[in-house]
C-alpha cells in the first residue's frame, strides 16, 4: 500500500487561540517562511551590533537570553542588535507575523528608548522605514510608529513597560518584588516580598548588590485571572487571560563576590510585544497576547476613526483604538488599489529586517534582555 502523507496546507499553528498572531505557523507549508531565535545559543556572527559603548551577549536563563546594554559613558551611548537581512517585504495579499519578547532592568525603563520590530536598516534609532514598538525616553509608555520614507505616523500610550502585563493603564497589574540575602559574598536566601500581579511567565531576576558573579535565583509564578478591561472596545475586546503573581522563588546557585547584608533582587518582567499583517488591509497589535490596536481597512462590525500619515494619535484619549488611514497612494503606483483606509497605504514599500535597540538619553549604564523572537511571513 503507497505512503499517503497527512498534508497541512496552510501549515501548523502551536500559539494560543487568543494570541495575536494565532495563525503563526510553527510548521510553515511550502509558501511560508519562519525565522524563530530563542538564543540557544546566541551567535554573534549572525547578528549585527550597531553601538556607541554598547554589547551584546549571552545571559543564563531557563531557554536562552541575550542581553543587550551600554556602558553609560555618555547619553549617546546605544545598542542596536539586528539580523543583517533584508527579508521580510509588507505586500497586499500576503500575510505576516512578528514577535519578540524582551525584559527591561526597572532602572533602565524611563531614561532610554527601546525599539522593537521591523526596520530598513541595522540601526533602528536611525532608520527612515519601519513598522516597530517604541517605549520613549521620559516615561514607561509604548507607542506603535509606523516610517515610510522618513513620514512617521505615530499611536501613543498602548503599553506601558512598567506593568508586568504590559497593558497600558492596567490598575489590576502591578509590578512584584523579591528580598534575600547576602552573606559570605553569595546570595543566600530568597523571599517574595510583594507579590505583584499581571505576570505572564516566570521573570528574569538579576542579583546584586555589589560586583559579584553567578548568583542565579528563579521565581515561578503562581496563577490568578482577570478579564479585559473597560479600554478594551468593540472587536478588540480580550477573552479572560491567566496572568500570575509572585509565588515561589528559588536560590538557584548562590555565586560569589557580591556585598554582604540585604540583596537587591531586580525582577524584569517578560513582555511580549506581537504584530499581525492580515495580508488584505489591516494589522493587528498585542501585547502579552491582549489585542491594544488595530490598524486598517474597514471591517464590517466597526469603522475605524481616520488619520493620515505623519499625523500622531493618543489611543489612550480616542474613543476608540481601530484606525485606519485617510492617506492614498496614486494608481500608477498600485495599479491593484488596497481596501479604502487600508494600512498599505503608509506602509514602508523597502524590504525590512528584524531589530531590537536600547538608547540611552542620560550617561547612566542601562540593560535589557531579548528572550526570543519570531518573524513570518507567506510568499505567494
Not at 543583517?84 to 532602572?107: E, Y
Amino acid at each position: 500500500m503507497p505512503f499517503t502523507p497527512i498534508n497541512y496546507p496552510k501549515g501548523v499553528s502551536s500559539q494560543p487561540p487568543r494570541s495575536a498572531i494565532k495563525t503563526l505557523p510553527a510548521v510553515p507549508n511550502p509558501v511560508q517562511i519562519v525565522k524563530q531565535e530563542d538564543f540557544l545559543p546566541y551567535r554573534s556572527g549572525d547578528y549585527t551590533l550597531t553601538q556607541t559603548n554598547g554589547a551584546a551577549a549571552q545571559f543564563a536563563f531557563n531557554g536562552g537570553a541575550v542581553q543587550v546594554s551600554t556602558t553609560g559613558s555618555t547619553a549617546a551611548d546605544k545598542a542596536a542588535l539586528a539580523l543583517p537581512s533584508l527579508s521580510f517585504q509588507m505586500v497586499q495579499g500576503n500575510a505576516m507575523w512578528f514577535d519578540t519578547k524582551i525584559a527591561i532592568r526597572p532602572a533602565s525603563a524611563t531614561d532610554t528608548n527601546i525599539f522593537t520590530g521591523l526596520f530598513g536598516s541595522v540601526d533602528p534609532t536611525a532608520a527612515t522605514d519601519g513598522i516597530y514598538f517604541l517605549k520613549p525616553s521620559g516615561g514607561t509608555t509604548v507607542n506603535v510608529v509606523i516610517k515610510k520614507g522618513g513620514t512617521t505616523t505615530t499611536f501613543q500610550n498602548i503599553g506601558d513597560v512598567s506593568k508586568p502585563s504590559g497593558i497600558y493603564n492596567d490598575g489590576n497589574s502591578v509590578a512584584g518584588t523579591l528580598s534575600g540575602t547576602i552573606s559570605g559574598g553569595a546570595l543566600t536566601a530568597i523571599a517574595v516580598a510583594t507579590a505583584g500581579s499581571g505576570y505572564q511567565q516566570a521573570p528574569i531576576l538579576v542579583v546584586g548588590p555589589g560586583a559579584g558573579s553567578n548568583g542565579y535565583a528563579y521565581c515561578q509564578i503562581g496563577s490568578t485571572a482577570y478579564g479585559a478591561q473597560s479600554y478594551y472596545q468593540s472587536s478588540l475586546t480580550s477573552t479572560q487571560i491567566q496572568y500570575g503573581s509572585l509565588y515561589a522563588p528559588y536560590v538557584m546557585n548562590g555565586g560569589s563576590g557580591y556585598t554582604n547584608g540585604a540583596a537587591s533582587i531586580d525582577v524584569c518582567h517578560l513582555l511580549d510585544f506581537q504584530m499581525f499583517f492580515d495580508g488584505k488591509g489591516t494589522a493587528a497589535f498585542a501585547i502579552n497576547g491582549r489585542p491594544v490596536l488595530r490598524l486598517g481597512a474597514t471591517v464590517s462590525e466597526q469603522p475605524p476613526i481616520l488619520v493620515a500619515a505623519g499625523a500622531t494619535t493618543n489611543v489612550a484619549t480616542s474613543a476608540s483604538n481601530y484606525f485606519g488611514f485617510s492617506t492614498t497612494v496614486s494608481t500608477s503606483l498600485y495599479p491593484v488599489q488596497p481596501p479604502t483606509s487600508s494600512i498599505m497605504f503608509v506602509l514602508p514599500t523597502l524590504p525590512l529586517e528584524w531589530a531590537t535597540a536600547l538608547q540611552n538619553t542620560t550617561a547612566n549604564p542601562r540593560v535589557m534582555f531579548i528572550d526570543e523572537y519570531t518573524v513570518g511571513t507567506e510568499l505567494n
